[in-house]
T-cell receptor
Framework: GNSVTQMEGPVTLSEEAFLTINCTYTATGYPSLFWYVQYPGEGLQLLLKATKADDKGSNKGFEATYRKETTSFHLEKGSVQVSDSAVYFCALNHFGNEKLTFGTGTRLTIIP | DAEITQSPRHKITETGRQVTLACHQTWNHNNMFWYRQDLGHGLRLIHYSYGVQDTNKGEVSDGYSVSRSNTEDLPLTLESAASSQTSVYFC???????????FGPGTRLLVL
């Protein structure tokens, strides 16, 4: 079946540091890939997505590239801010069933 | 503005009691989902619905039920609450054929 494996965390970085959160997946066919973010006390919201190989999703300075050859969708940001502190979830959607499979989440804390 | 709401936001109950968590969306979305969020597990799908009178079991459906009598609402019922059901519950919705899900703010449930 489908599964998503992401970096365990927690991750603590200083402001303006470079961020990478790893995500790999297992799926048949060609799923769509997502990063969702959960700010403290809130529900999840879509951060970015990519629907086919080599696509790059981007939003709010975050980027992730759909790598079919390595079955990965790593999240990156060049310079993090305190306001980026949140839990980040990688997820996939297998074409046709409209359901999402989530990774376990990575808690990110940015210190000033 | 369209939104998805959950109530109550916090609930304490006792083992063996029946509990119902409400989810209401004004997006007019066909698809609705219930997840539970637990440390180390990320989000796991409990039940989902693709439209009125349609309900389906997710990966962790034991002890839970849902019904879909209209487009806007998908209440989640715990038939006989157990301590293992202490969790944070999220409702989400998406439009037919669309992969992006929109999440509610969550309900934190404690079963004593």
């Amino acid at each position: 079946g489908n599964s998503v494996t992401q970096m365990e965390g927690p991750v603590t970085l200083s402001e303006e540091a470079f961020l990478t959160i790893n995500c790999t997946y297992t799926a048949t066919g060609y799923p769509s890939l997502f990063w969702y973010v959960q700010y403290p006390g809130e529900g999840l919201q879509l951060l970015l997505k990519a629907t086919k190989a080599d696509d790059k999703g981007s939003n709010k300075g975050f980027e992730a590239t759909y790598r079919k050859e390595t079955t990965s969708f790593h999240l990156e940001k060049g310079s993090v801010q305190v306001s980026d502190s949140a839990v980040y979830f990688c997820a996939l959607n297998h074409f046709g069933n409209e359901k999402l499979t989530f990774g376990t989440g990575t808690r990110l804390t940015i210190i000033p | 503005d369209a939104e998805i709401t959950q109530s109550p936001r916090h609930k304490i109950t006792e083992t063996g009691r029946q509990v119902t968590l409400a989810c209401h969306q004004t997006w007019n979305h066909n698809n609705m989902f219930w997840y539970r969020q637990d440390l180390g597990h990320g989000l796991r799908l409990i039940h989902y619905s693709y439209g009125v009178q349609d309900t389906n079991k997710g990966e962790v459906s034991d002890g839970y039920s849902v019904s879909r009598s209209n487009t806007e609402d998908l209440p989640l019922t715990l038939e006989s609450a157990a301590s293992s059901q202490t969790s944070v519950y999220f409702c989400a919705s998406s439009d037919r054929g669309q992969e992006t899900q929109y999440f509610g703010p969550g309900t934190r449930l404690l079963v004593l």
